[in-house]
């Protein structure tokens, strides 16, 4: 079968070459593929969770709120200022170089709206979880022994019930989830990881479904691009297979459009209907409305789940259903009143416009998920000094330094009222409006770095206001030039570690940190294939892949493979 295969294959190159075929690349895999959180969609389908498995799934959550006021390497992470960012900002890339800029006010102003946000979006049901989006593929064997050796039935590497998912590698079972997530869509799924067939076939990180599987029905996915949720938390797999008892896929003959020539008028009126039809927002919200009373009426769901579809499809059908009587009167009744309580933090809808805290899984998490101050403190950290921003501190001082900074001032409160250029348009309003501000302000003179030294004076030492974006935004390829000069200068007497970013003086010849102890002479950093958290590890290292907490958790996952190998062999040596 192999050879006959390999035949048909190069029979197929020719072809495709002779013929003057070509392939189009849709999308491409991340070169490291971080980890994803789940929504609120995907757990209020989860009627019954107890508050100690809102608590475990919530643990990651907890856990980084309260490092994001005390951990350096956590902000900075959140912050974007790490380096398997590929598209770091100046701002980002000189937070990288110099961690202390973490103690400037306008990170410290920029740490806090965002410890508001993730607060808020895990109120609203965002929790961060071993999860991960991946493309998710059929079973490309299956698919050649049907291109290649004509089987009209073929048997594939997966079995029903199965996936393979390498990006897990020790995950015995996923749940695989898809948005929009509005009814009960939680397929958990084998992972067929350790199969030495599927490991030579299916070489991509992506995730691989069983041609004998009714998955793709269950999430409505198809094979073009398309990605899902896959999610290994134990927790949540054990409640996904608890709630999935009975659920069967859903399934609606859908309207189909008569056959019509592509026109310009066809197309601007299948644009202009979904602009009218198109929209789901309405149906999913009363959705989500049901979902979270206490006893959720299922039917109703399925009848709304039609109608999303219905107003996905509006562009190409031009069809919606009108319901009967009865069952409008009990999609009233069922959907109707205020919005789940949890709005407030999802949709940032006030509360006369929701119902008050109930009892279902995501409107819990307020209170299983605390409010922490933000504190912070620069710890025994080295301290930010301003004057490694500056080309040339002793000018920054004068009297022409001063008359710039009062420019820059009265430049940036008319920035946003600047008009904008029609010629223009369809360029990004930030970029424009701080390149007017860059160009208006090295007008002023001919020295650029006398004019970036003069407002880093005015912003990081006279004022020391939070507001800087506009700064970083106009100026922050030359503040990042003067940093990393200013920054060799001292590579020779001082020296960042690595494991706690405490820049230090250097005292003997293994660079030991004073603060943590750590040396770091012949460290490097490396990024986390689960996670993509940078971590410090000693550069003679060549096999450490992970960071300690993936670590732990792969390691926990292999003694207990290992367990259940070992009572397989005792259990079959006793038959």
């Not at 593929?137 to 299956?142: H, T």
């Amino acid at each position: 079968v192999g050879s006959e295969m390999c035949i048909r294959d190069r029979e197929y190159q020719r072809l495709f070459r002779e013929n003057g075929c070509r392939a189009a690349v849709c999308n491409v895999e991340q070169d490291v593929i971080a980890r994803a959180g789940i929504g609120y969609q995907m757990l209020q389908s989860l009627t019954d969770l107890t508050d100690s498995e809102l608590v475990r799934l919530s643990a990651r959550t907890r856990t980084r709120l309260e490092q994001l006021s005390t951990d350096r390497r956590c902000m900075l992470q959140s912050l974007g200022a790490t380096a398997n960012n590929p598209h770091r900002t100046a701002a980002q890339e000189a937070l990288r170089l110099y961690p202390e800029l973490l103690q400037d006010e306008y990170f410290r102003s920029e740490l806090r709206n965002m410890k508001k946000s993730m607060e808020r979006a895990a109120w609203a049901g965002k929790l961060d979880i071993r999860a991960k989006y991946l493309f998710v593929i059929p079973d490309l064997y299956a698919f050649c022994q049907w291109l290649f050796l004509r089987e009209t039935a073929p048997e594939g590497l997966l079995q029903n019930g199965e996936v393979y998912a390498a990006q897990f590698p020790h995950a015995e079972k996923l749940d695989c989830l898809r948005s929009p997530s509005l009814y009960r869509e939680h397929p958990v799924r084998r992972n067929a990881v350790d199969r030495s067939a599927c490991k030579q076939w299916f070489t991509t990180r992506a995730i691989y479904t069983s041609c004998h599987d009714l998955i793709s029905r269950v999430l409505q996915f198809d094979n073009d691009g398309d990605q899902l949720l896959v999610c290994a938390d134990k927790t949540l797999i054990a409640a996904a297979e608890r709630h999935m008892q009975g659920v069967v896929p859903l399934y609606y003959p859908m309207k189909k459009a008569a056959p019509a020539m592509l026109t310009p008028e066809s197309l601007y009126d299948g644009m202009t209907a979904a602009y009218r039809g198109g929209n789901i927002g309405p149906i999913s919200n009363r959705i989500s409305k049901i979902w979270n009373r206490p006893a959720p009426d299922l039917e109703v769901i399925k009848w709304l789940c039609y109608q999303t579809n219905e107003c996905i499809d509006y562009a190409k059908t031009l069809y919606k259903s009108t319901p009967p009587p009865e069952v409008a009167a009990r999609i009233r009744a069922a959907g109707g009143g205020p919005l789940p309580h949890f709005f407030q933090y999802a949709k940032d809808k006030t509360g006369e416009q929701t119902a008050p805290r109930g009892s279902s899984p995501v409107d819990r998490l307020r209170d299983l998920i605390p409010y922490h101050r933000f504190r912070f403190s620069a710890g025994s950290g080295s301290r930010f000094d301003y004057r490694m921003l500056l080309h040339d501190p002793q000018r920054a001082h004068t009297a022409e330094a001063a008359r710039i900074a009062q420019q820059y001032h009265a430049l940036v409160r008319t920035l946003f009222g600047m008009p904008k250029d029609d010629a223009l348009d369809g360029l990004d309003t930030y970029s424009y409006r701080f390149g007017q501000l860059r160009e208006r302000m090295f007008a002023l003179s001919d020295d650029t770095d006398l004019v970036v030294d003069a407002i880093i004076e005015e912003l990081f030492h006279v004022q020391r206001t939070s507001h800087k974006r506009a700064f970083w935004g106009a100026f922050g390829d030359v503040v990042l030039k003067n940093l990393r000069q200013n920054l060799e200068r001292q590579e020779k007497t001082h020296a960042l570690c690595q494991h706690c970013l405490h820049r230090f003086e250097i005292r003997d010849s293994r660079l030991t940190c004073p603060v943590c102890g750590e040396r770091n002479k012949a460290v490097r950093t490396a990024v986390c294939v689960d996670c993509g958290v940078t971590f410090a590890i000693d550069s003679r290292n060549t096999r450490k892949t992970r960071c300690d907490e993936c670590q732990a958790e792969a390691t926990r996952a292999q003694t207990r493979a290992r367990v259940q190998r070992s009572r397989r062999r005792q259990g079959n040596g006793t038959e």
